[in-house]
């Protein structure tokens, strides 16, 4: 017998062990067993870990990924909700911000306030090209800017840039930028490409006009020499609808011609934005004063009507009972109920006049927001199943119980792993992760982020694949996801068995730095 030696308690070797999960690692390679060890914020060990950890974790019948990368959204409110509890449930631990066109502009100051007040989840931003044209270009949009304007908004882009933006993003069905020319988004496409930037855009048309917006991101891709990505790919408008393999032969064709472009997508046959889109853009130009007086001209209100029935027959449609309204801050009473129904509770009938008159009407305070019932599943997931296509909810922090918003902010992720791998089989879990993990973290340059391998950052996702799927419908749209074990940003856990922990150990990403 060996002697009695004196129990001397050893501090343990490891923050947190995760045991007896199946590691998906981002790759896309099959998951294997292993166990995963985190130290200091990072994974310190994957395998057979025989040492403790000061918390231990069983992950048995888990799969255990990287934390997911939600490369499209509108998170600029995690100042006020910072622990954007809808995106962390599903896994999400790393939000890239600043998309379609729309960010922070002073990217200092904003990634200076996430670290002082703490967020849940990590932080990059793109920053936005209708942000810096509204800076620089005064009240009087609807022209190409002056040599000075053009210089004033590549300094601001430079300025986000060296500040950490991960690129530039452009929104151009939305004013500003709606009237900027090529010429002007390649032009600001090459300060952030000579920062190693990417370009990302939610293109000019995602329905009838899709083929000369998508070359126009190539013409960007090309001229600018920057990386592309197609924000949010979609057709709109069932006369669209069957058109996705064509769309990937382009940009493949693209590719297969030196220039890189990838895309991202969110898994609902709905899309959600200002139900501003329904009125004529010329009609909007110079704010809600021109517009109020475009509306009292009969002659004008006529020609925007007219134009509007004609957009409706182009979609082989003649009512708008495929638009719900998501959010009235004039009339919550609105909320959840279609145009049609919206018209009849308003105005005393549900007619395409009344419901035309009812959307001008409610374009007078340019705050109404919608869900738009028009994209093909079939085209949905021929998106999905394409290896270049990665994820966004294209959604903000949701704060519980408010408005009727698209469910997408609550379900994205969880849905795709739950309805689309498990149930439809349209993509395996380990591509599906590689789609969430490796591939956002690649072509937006986080640093170290999603793989599970030894060094990088402890962002980890561990889910039961049996159990994981989205709950928020277009009808309640206030429910979590559920599915996961332990959900862990920089070694620290933010979601427990599907209820958060109130932790905020997310990071600014800067880019560059
Ligand atoms: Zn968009």
Known sequence: MPALAAVIPQAPAYDLVIRNGRVADGTGNPAFRADVAVRAGRIAAVGRVTETGFHELDASGCIVAPGFIDVHTHAEAIVRLP????????????????????????????FGEIERIGVAPNVASLIGHNTVRSKAMGGSFNRPPTAEELAEMKRLVEQAMRDGAVGLSTGLIYQPGVFAQTEEIVELA????????????????EGDAIVDALNEVFRIAREARIRCEVSHIKLSGNNNWGRAAEILALIEKARSEGLDITQDQYAYTASSTGLSQLVPQWAREGGSDAYAARLADEAARKRMADEMRAALARRHKDTYDW???????SDASLNGTTVPEAAKRRRGSDSLDDQIALILELQRS??????????GEADLRTFMAHPNTMFGADAG????????????????HARILGRYVRELGV??????????????ASTFRLQDRGVIRVGAWADIAVFDPAKVTDRATYD??????????CVIVNGVPV????????????????HNH
Do not use: W
Not at 366 to 375: R, V, W
Not at 397 to 412: A, C, S
Not at 495 to 510: E, M, Q, S, W
């Open 83 to 110: 622990l954007a509890e809808n995106f962390i449930r599903q896994g999400v631990t790393s939000l890239v911000l600043g998309n379609c066109g729309s960010s922070e502009l002073d990217m200092a100051a904003f």
């Open 190 to 205: 090459r300060v952030a490409a000579a920062l190693d930037g990417i370009y990302t855009s939610h293109m000019r048309s």
């Open 323 to 329: 638009v719900t309204i998501a959010a009235c801050p």
């Open 366 to 375: 340019n705050d109404t927001a919608g869900i738009f019932h028009g994209i």
């Open 397 to 412: 922090v949701r704060e519980f119980g408010k408005d009727m918003p698209h469910p997408r902010g609550y379900g994205n």
């Open 427 to 440: 993509l395996r879990l380990e591509d599906a992760i590689r789609k969430m993990t490796s591939l956002p």
């Open 476 to 485: 309640e749209p206030h429910q979590y996801a559920v599915g996961m074990r």
């Open 495 to 510: 979601v427990r068995d599907d209820a958060i922990t109130g932790a905020k150990p997310g990071r600014a990403l800067r």
